[in-house]
């Protein structure tokens, strides 16, 4: 158990590769983006599929 050890933890530490302010700022605008168009995208169903029933009478 090399790795539970605090040389192990300082070498693992020092394999990750963090993110730069760049990369962090267009993946959050990508996220953003996204979750944006899925809820209008689920709000147009919902409202398609309400018309639809009212239309029909149900």
Known sequence: MKWFSIAGIRSEISRIR???????????????????????????????SSGFLKWVGI
């Open 18 to 48: 963090w993110p730069k302010a760049k990369d962090l700022i267009e993946n959050s605008g990508k996220v953003l983006f996204f979750t944006v168009a899925f809820a209008l995208f689920f709000i147009l169903c919902e409202v398609i």
